[in-house]
Each structure stands twice: as C-alpha cells, then as structure tokens.
C-alpha cells in the first residue's frame, strides 16, 4: 500500500526550533554557576545559540553517533549542549560529577567521549583525571573568558567564545528517528555502570506522554523549575517538554538549599516544580522556619526516592500545592508512574484517599507495569501482594550501551529491581529493594562495592553495606562489620581504607561492629534483617 501520511524522521532539534519560532517570547531563567547570577534568554535567544554551537561542534570535526560528554548542571548553556549535540546526530552523554573517579574513568572510556562540555565549577576534575580519558580530543567549558580556568592542558574552548565565532544558521541533517540522541549511565549493583542510550522517538513519545494533563499537566502558563538534574535520567523529560510546550523553565544552577529555592520560586511565581525529596525537604524547611508561604505553586512532582508522607501532607496544607508522587528509572527514560487522584477516590475519607495519593502512583499510557514472583509467575493486583516489579514499552530499555545481552525477558519485560505492590485502581506502591544499592539524595551508592572493598581491609572479615532511613538524604549508607578473630580497628580506619575507591558523600554515615551478620537461606547476607535491625540506628561520633 502506498504510504498515506508524511514519514519525516523525527530529530530532537525540532523541539526547541518549535519554541524558538512559537513561543519566542517564553524563557529559560538561569542562576549561573560560575556566579550564581540570573540570566533570562528567551527561547529565540536559545535556539541561535544552539545553532551555533552546533556549527562549532561540526567545525571541531564532531561526526554522526560519536558520544559528547557533558558535565554539568542545570543551566541554559546545558541545555543548549543538548540540542546542539543531539540534532546533529551526536550522542550527547550526561555524565554526573558526583561519580567516584574510578566511575568517571570507566563510563568516559566505555562511551568513547571524543570531547566533554565542563561547568567551571568542575575544572579541578579534568586537571586531576584527564589522563584517564586519552581518547578525549578536547574540553569545552560552559562559561565565558572571565571565568575560563587557568590550564596548561592543550585543546581547551570557550563556550562562548567558540559561540561567537559562529552562524546561528544550521541545517539539521535528516537521520532515522531510531538513532541514539543521548546516554546516561546507572549504577550496577556490582561491577560497573550501565550505559542506556536514548533515541529521538523514544524520547519524543515519552516527553509527549510527560505532557498529558493527567502526568506534569504543563502548559506555556506554567514557569516550571527544574531542579531534576539535566546529567541524571534526563531530567524527567523536562527539557524537551518545556520547549515543546511553551513553558518558562527555571535551572538553578548549583545551589539547592532551601533559601536559593524558595527565592526563585517566590521571585519568579514557579507553578509546577520537579526534583528528589531531598530538595523539597530542604524547600519545606526553610519556608516553615521564615513563616513563608509559597502561594505561585500549583504541582510539585517528586521522586527519585520516596516521598515521606508527611511532605504531601505539608504541600497541601501549607502552600496549598498537589505532591505528584513519580516513580521511574534511568532505564525508562525515566518515568514510569505518576500520582493523580482517579475520580473514584473522590468518594473516600481523606485518610482512605491519603493511603492511595502517597504511593508511587498508576503507569503512563505508553509503559506497563506487572508484579511476579520469583518464578516470573503474575500476581494479583490486590494491593497487598508484594512481587517484582516488572515494566515494559516505548521508552523503557532493551540493551545497555555495548551489551550484546538483551536487559529484557523472552517477553520483553524489565525486571527493575524494585519490590512493589499494584492495587485495584493501578496505583503501584514501592515497599522494598530487591537490588543492592542504597540511594542517598536522589544518587546511587553501590553497597555491593563498598562490602568487597571493606573486606579487603586487613582486619575486617565479613562487611555488608545497607541504607538507613534518612531525613534529609532519604537513606545513608550504613556499614555491618566483623572483624577479623583478635582485631579490634576502629571506625575511621574503614572510612579511610574505602574512600580510595568513593566519592566523599558515598562514605558510610557510620561502621557497627558485630559477632554475625544474618545469612539467607541461600547464604547471601540477609539485608532485609539488617535494615529491620538498624532502622532506628543513630549515629555515634
Ligand atoms: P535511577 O535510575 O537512578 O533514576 O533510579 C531508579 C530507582 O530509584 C528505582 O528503580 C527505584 O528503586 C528508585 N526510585 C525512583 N523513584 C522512586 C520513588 N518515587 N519511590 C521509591 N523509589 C524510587
């Protein structure tokens, strides 16, 4: 049959060439890194810039599917990055600047980075590491003369300086819309990161499906501040919702305390607001303790880790704003479910509607979600029967970056680690972890690593990493120890001997000492024990 509709592929570029032509006058506001002061672009001034800095990446040789590195925060500039590297068929590969340096080194190599955009923030990095990436032809750092650090390293840019040289005329080449636009790396419960690369159609049919009224329900009224970083699960499809749509986007760049937020939410009337619980407790704390009210704020999606209860309450009450409780993974683009009242709660007492509003919320048309037992067996969706969680669909993984090994069943479902239950109505609640990773503000710490190091300690015989409940972090690690027969080391000696190999807030909080850790039957370490056992751990000093 002939074909009866138009076939163009679909490039990512074509978001923010929409925003720069239909809603010119829309912004992207940034705190800038490199001095924390504001700069408002419209989303006109913002498509020039991206094409420009496109035709400065081309000029630099950058050719179709080689990855870009990108590390940074949230600023306009990195948005721009994204655009510019991924409409002209690069791969633009987020990389996160808290990762331990032997993380860096791997997922920079493992990508083949031919150059990496650096906030200037993040310089000291490079100078300590850059001859881990040999591959790296050249660092391009996101700021201005002014701020440009002093190096000695050759092949170093300006982004501004190489912006200014350019036209801000591009023609965006035409590619099949199943290509790579962009690469994020998660956390391995043991060995090393896991690379997911992101196409332009999948991340065109996820952000549309983020845009339904039912899910973010943004519209080009909405000022949205987006503090969900661009370097971690894609900043939840913000940044190319937000220009499709026509909507003000805030990036904060690097201050997330409670004060910078609530000033850019009361200064700029921010309607609808997405980033990790560790963030909102922040927020919520600083509004509480300044008897401020944060009237502007309509939505606020959390997610990451779970949303203490007690935080929707405080949304509501306080500042009259709904808590969307969002659950996903880097694995899905990232999202997953969302929480909206269905119109049957309507009917329910507010502690019945409460029980259902705090959980992690029903699928987005677009993924499928499924509960089994150890044997891949379905099970009921009651509500109380606890299983795998499973997922499935358009914008969820097939293959890590580089495997051969498909991530999926014979089915084509992911098995995503989380231990959840489904009830009547589809909302899906998380109520454990059966992967071994501890979670701390939003970010991954792999308990799995840090036991085999420990164990490499000369006094340390057995050693088993679990999170604790945190107020602040949502979890922090916590290491179970026993010593090896006659030694006594002391806590720091461990804190020392790890961090070699993690970064400085992957560390454990604190080290107990034990007689025996609790084994499962088939002889693993029983973490479900373990985290009954010290859910109340307070740290000593
Ligand atoms: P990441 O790929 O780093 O975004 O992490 C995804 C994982 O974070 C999920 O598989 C869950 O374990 C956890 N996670 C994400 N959102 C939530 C949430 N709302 N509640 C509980 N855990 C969550």
Known sequence: MRMSMQNTPFNLASC????????????????????????????????????????????????HG??????????HRHLEAWY?????????????????????EYIINHADDQYILIDPIFWPLIEGLHKLFPNVKGYIVLTEEAFMPKTALPNVHCYETLLAAESAEFVWPEFDENSGSS??????TTGNPKGVLYTHKSNLIHSYACGLADVFGMTSADTVLVVVPLFHANSWGISYLGPIIGATIIFPGKRMDGEAIFELVDNYEVSLAAGVPTVWTALLEY?????????????????????????????????????????????????????????????MSEEEQFRYRIKQGRPVFGVDIKITDEDGKEL??????????????????????????????????????????????????IVDRAKDLIKSGGEWISSVDMENKAMGHPDVSLAAAIGIPDEKWSERPLLVVVPKAG???????????????????????????VDEIPMTATGKFSKLTLRQQFSNHKIED
């Not at 080689?66 to 600023?75: D, P």
């Not at 070699?500 to 454990?508: D, G, I, M, V």
């Open 16 to 63: 923010i060439e929409f925003a720069g032509k239909y809603h010119s006058q829309q912004k992207v506001i940034t705190r800038r890194v490199e001095d924390d002061k504001i700069v408002e672009h419209s989303y006109h001034d913002i498509l020039l810039r991206v094409r420009q800095f496109a035709n400065a990446l081309k000029k630099l040789g950058v050719k």
């Open 66 to 75: 080689e990855c870009i590195g990108t590390i940074g925060l949230n600023t």
């Open 84 to 104: 510019a590297i991924s409409g002209q068929g690069a791969i633009c590969h987020t990389i996160n600047p808290r990762l331990a340096h032997h993380q860096l």
């Open 183 to 188: 690469l994020c790396y998660t956390s391995g």
């Open 287 to 347: 509004a509480d303790t300044h008897n401020k009210k944060m009237t502007s704020l309509r939505d606020v999606v959390v997610g990451g880790s779970a949303a203490p209860p007690s935080m929707l309450k405080a949304f509501k009450a306080k500042h009259d704003a709904d808590l969307l409780h969002a659950w996903g993974m880097t694995e899905m683009s990232p999202l997953g479910t969302i929480n909206r009242a269905v119109p049957q709660l309507k009917n």
């Open 380 to 429: 009921p969706r009651d509500g109380k029967t606890v299983g795998h969680l499973l997922v499935k669909g358009n914008w969820v993984v097939h293959t890590y970056y580089g495997d051969d090994k498909p991530a999926v069943n014979a089915e084509g479902w992911f098995d995503t680690g989380d231990m959840a239950t489904i009830d009547e109505f589809g909302y899906m609640e």
């Open 487 to 513: 030694k006594t080391p002391d806590k720091q000696s461990i804190i020392d001997y790890l961090s070699s190999e993690f970064a400085k807030w992957q560390l454990p909080d604190d080290v107990v000492f």
